[in-house]
């Protein structure tokens, strides 16, 4: 429902505002569905111009048929499907990261969430040469621990460090920060860069956007009275859909986990953001013995996808990304000088 307000479309000034909700026309939707002949002579104003306001908002406000031959190219144009890097996690996604999309990894804390973004990053960055934003609200990226995962697939110090330029680094530790952070990306250029196909830094275009995490700056505004928390988590909801979908890009966030009052774990944040993600994965741990607790071992459930079954359930080891036995200086000790400058810019 969208009130008449002053200046919405030309013609419609602030004397005949008034006059129309005098006429209990309030909304677009009031003026559309009514007698314009009728509401002329109520409001003293011409059958034309009214006619003509009436036109415009509808052109504005109207949503227009769109054919299914049409929908399926523009998807074909525009859809492209990124791996994760890890056979088990893209079992689980479809083959991977969809642009277009909101995929979720939620979990509690060591379950691997943020190693899963890193690989993911990583994977992204050397492997398809693509550029991705990465956005920290907690504090928990590392890039020694990025460029241990690069020096696991290459030895090639000239290789990481463009790899690590492609990794572009935001920290945004409360949520006007991340919502500052989102709508700048959207008009500063990484992102238009990613629609015109055009080269980022070190070369390729934007293709995910990760947020690691988004429960840990939306969920202390959230239960009680605080119904600012739930406005807010709804514009990083609409900022996050309108850039996957706009730009052409993945964009993987992750989420805490509460317990439901059956005592079952499940995403946080509510039934409100569940409707967010159009894919969702619960990362737990896999400890052998009771005594494991250092176990790399996980388990992921696809609990939400359009496309998969629900609940289907794969195993995999964080430490997939990292496998190579040939790459040195396993905590970034060593490298050039260039390398080095990289890191305490990331890391800064």
Not at 19 to 45: F, G, H, M, N, Y
Not at 64 to 76: I, R
Not at 239 to 248: E, G, H, M, R
Request: net charge neutral; hydrophobic share 40%; glycine share 10%.
């Amino acid at each position: 429902m969208v009130v008449l307000r002053e200046g919405m479309c030309p013609g419609l000034e602030g004397d005949l505002v008034r006059d129309l909700r005098a006429a209990d026309v309030r909304t677009v939707e009031d003026l559309v569905s009514s007698d314009i002949e009728d509401l002329a002579q109520k409001c003293s104003v011409s059958y034309k111009a009214l006619f003509a306001i009436r036109r415009v908002l509808l052109a504005q406000h109207t949503a227009f048929p769109v054919s299914g031959a049409d929908l399926y190219e523009e998807l074909l144009s525009s859809t492209a499907i990124l791996s994760s890097g890890n056979p088990s996690l893209d079992k689980l996604l479809d083959s991977g990261l969809y642009t277009g999309e909101i995929t979720e990894l939620s979990g509690g804390p060591g379950s691997g969430k943020s190693q899963v973004c890193f690989g993911v990053a990583v994977h992204l960055s050397y492997h398809l040469k693509q550029s991705v934003i990465f956005i920290d609200t907690s504090g928990g990226l590392s890039a020694r621990r990025l460029l241990q995962m690069l020096q696991a697939e290459t030895a090639n110090t000239g290789e990481q460090m463009e790899a690590l330029q492609r990794i572009h680094v935001f920290r945004c530790f409360d949520v006007y920060a991340l919502l500052d952070c989102l709508y700048r990306l959207r008009t500063d250029g990484l992102l238009q860069a990613s629609v015109a196909g055009g080269g980022g830094v070190a070369g390729g275009s934007v293709k995910a956007v990760i947020v690691d995490s988004v429960s840990a700056v939306i969920a202390p505004l959230l239960g009680g009275k605080q119904n600012e928390g739930m406005s807010l988590m709804a514009q990083v909801a609409g900022v996050l859909k309108t850039t996957a979908k706009d730009f052409n890009v993945a964009a993987l966030v992750t989420n805490h986990v509460a317990r439901s009052l059956s005592g079952e774990v499940q995403p946080g944040l509510g039934v409100s953001w569940s409707h967010v993600p159009r894919t969702r994965i619960l990362l737990e741990r896999v400890d052998r013995s009771a005594s494991d607790s250092t176990s790399s071992r996980r388990s992921a459930t696809l609990i939400k996808s359009s496309r998969q079954p629900c609940y289907i359930k794969e195993e995999f080891d964080l430490r997939w990304w990292s496998r190579s036995s040939g790459s040195g200086g396993a905590e970034g000790e060593g490298g050039s000088s260039s390398g080095k400058r990289k890191l305490e810019e990331m890391e800064s």
